[in-house]
């Protein structure tokens, strides 16, 4: 998954975002070894300062754990990992129905679009 960083916002709350989003996608899985923070920081091509940021604010979330001599783990507790995922996907599908709603669109016609739309995702 290729890091998509953009300048509108501060780069550590998008590293926060992409990492979470690796995790709850299933890309990094329940105990997976992250990288050291110099590697990870490369890979972004971020400061290591910055990606050390992200790392903490995700530790203090509980998504991510420390283990003092071996580095860094995405966290086992699948219990969490499915509860911000369901946190996230209400988020997104509150936001979407909002903009619905702008659009003049009302709730029956929402749903005939959205039914239309998975036909032919399929």
């Not at 995790?23 to 091509?45: C, M, N, T, W």
């Amino acid at each position: 998954m290729k890091w998509d960083l953009k300048s509108d916002r501060p780069i550590y709350i998008q590293l926060v975002e992409q990492i979470k989003m690796r995790i709850i996608s299933g890309a990094y899985k329940p105990g997976d070894k992250l990288p050291s923070v110099r590697d990870f920081a490369q890979e972004a091509e971020v400061n290591p300062n910055t990606m050390q940021k992200a790392l903490t604010e995700l530790e203090q979330k509980g998504l991510v754990y420390t283990q003092r001599t071996s580095g860094r783990f995405i966290t086992e507790d699948e219990e969490m990992i499915k509860r911000i995922k369901n946190e996230l996907a209400v988020e997104q599908t509150t936001d979407f129905l909002k903009r619905m709603k702008e659009l003049g669109f009302d709730k029956e016609e929402i749903l005939t679009l959205m039914r239309d739309v998975i036909k032919e995702l399929k």
